[in-house]
């Protein structure tokens, strides 16, 4: 070997020696120029000055993963992934439902975080899961700038859907209209509402578990916790917290409303009592099959009880009691203090403490009254006669 080649041999080596030297005393290295390292930076790479190195980026290891808390791309994993602690990569694999998008993420210890940043490069401009400050309603938004519904998921299981169409259907809660196919325009809101939906449309329902039955049913309302409709298949049926029900609800006038009864067969069809300050009807019908009763007696004295009752002529107070919705001009009827001392059965009071008359009541015992009236009639009628009899004999005995 020539002196000078083993020379140059020398001085490289003591280079290098000088180098890893001054490395393991400061602990710092730059790239890209010859100048020493920022102060406080354990590498510093320089990219700002053509003239003075070679000017690029810094290239992170690409990776695909495959949920937030894989390692199987790298070579080798130590025993404890939290000494990976603040090791970064960027990610190639999107896969929206595991919360992978490519972009750069960082090791926590136990798992990826993605690192949100905006194009400017400044991460305040992401939605925190800790609120956001200074946010601006005519450009801040959530949702999405394409032509795309806006999904939501809580714990990785749908919750909710804002479309993107006129015809398209909305829902928010868990598992609400999750089994939506075909359907259109529906709406729901709360948690498992309209949730077995798959082809019936123009469904509104809005509480937890509201209309959860519906299958293929369209057009039909149901509010309140777990309401129900009769039928999971039929269309325009009403149904509001579970007490309030109607079928054939086209809006066309020949609809049907239940109180308390989800099949309703009548215009009105009532579970139970009606009260009301008036009511206009042109028939008004009332359980009385003998199948329903028991104890039953013919009404005793019914003329000593027609008797001792009063009818009267009146007007409402209807400037006190507004609320009511009392009928205007001259009334005819009954006093309920003077009935109950009668007929105590027919009186009840309700929830402010007024009384309330069951008129209906009176039929049974007018009916009575008038047949022990013409019974009284008739036998009046043949003592009448007998006398007429006598008086016709004696005149013509004369």
């Given at each position: 070997?020539?002196?000078?080649e083993k020379t140059n041999k020398r001085l490289l080596l ?43 980026g810094l290239k992170l290891p690409n990776v695909s993963l ?227 009763k028991k104890n039953i007696t013919t009404i005793p004295d ?97």
């Amino acid at each position: 070997m020539k002196p000078k080649e083993k020379t140059n041999k020398r001085l490289l080596l003591m280079s290098l020696m000088a180098l890893i030297i001054t490395m393991n005393v400061q602990a710092q290295v730059r790239i890209g120029e010859d100048a020493a390292p920022t102060k406080g930076a354990v590498l510093d790479l320089n990219s700002d000055n053509k003239t003075a190195g070679y000017v690029g980026g810094l290239k992170l290891p690409n990776v695909s993963l495959a949920n937030l808390t894989d390692l199987s791309s790298f070579t080798e994993i130590p025993a404890d992934v939290a000494d990976l602690k603040g090791t970064i990569v960027y990610n190639t694999n999107l896969d929206s439902s595991a919360g992978l998008f490519p972009c750069v993420y960082q090791w926590d210890g136990a798992k990826w975080v993605i690192q949100a940043t905006n194009s400017s490069g400044n991460a305040t401009d992401a939605w925190l899961t800790t609120g956001n400050a200074g946010t601006d309603s005519t450009t801040n938004f959530i949702g999405t700038t394409d032509n795309q519904p806006l999904m939501f998921r809580t714990n990785n299981t749908y919750s909710g859907i804002i479309s993107n169409t006129p015809t398209g259907s909305n829902s928010f809660g868990m598992n609400a209209l999750a089994n939506n196919t075909t359907g259109t325009t529906n709406n729901a809101f709360g948690g498992g509402a309209l949730q077995t939906n798959t082809t019936g449309s123009n469904n509104v329902a809005i509480g937890g578990g509201a209309g959860s039955q519906i299958t293929t049913g369209s057009n039909n309302i149901v509010i309140g916790t777990d309401a129900q409709v009769a039928s999971p298949t039929d269309d325009y049926q009403i149904s509001i917290g579970n007490l309030i029900y109607a079928t054939d609800a086209t809006g066309a006038g020949n609809g049907y409303v239940g109180i308390g009864v989800t099949a309703p067969a009548y215009p009105l069809d009532v579970k139970g009592d009606v009260n009301a300050s008036g009511m206009h009807a042109s028939d008004f019908w009332m359980d009385s099959d003998i199948r329903y009763k028991k104890n039953i007696t013919t009404i005793p004295d019914p003329l000593d009880i027609v008797s001792q009752l009063r009818g009267t002529s009146y007007e409402f107070r209807t400037d006190e009691f507004p609320q009511k919705g009392f009928s205007e001009g001259k009334q005819l009827g009954v006093i309920a203090q003077e009935v109950e001392k009668v007929l105590p059965e027919l009186v009840i009071n309700n929830a402010e403490g007024y009384k309330t008359v069951n008129y209906n009541g009176f039929i049974p015992v007018l009916i009575e009254g008038m047949k022990a009236q013409q019974t009284q009639i008739e036998l009046q009628q043949q003592i009448i006669e007998q006398l007429d009899a006598r008086l016709k004999a004696l005149e013509a005995a004369k």
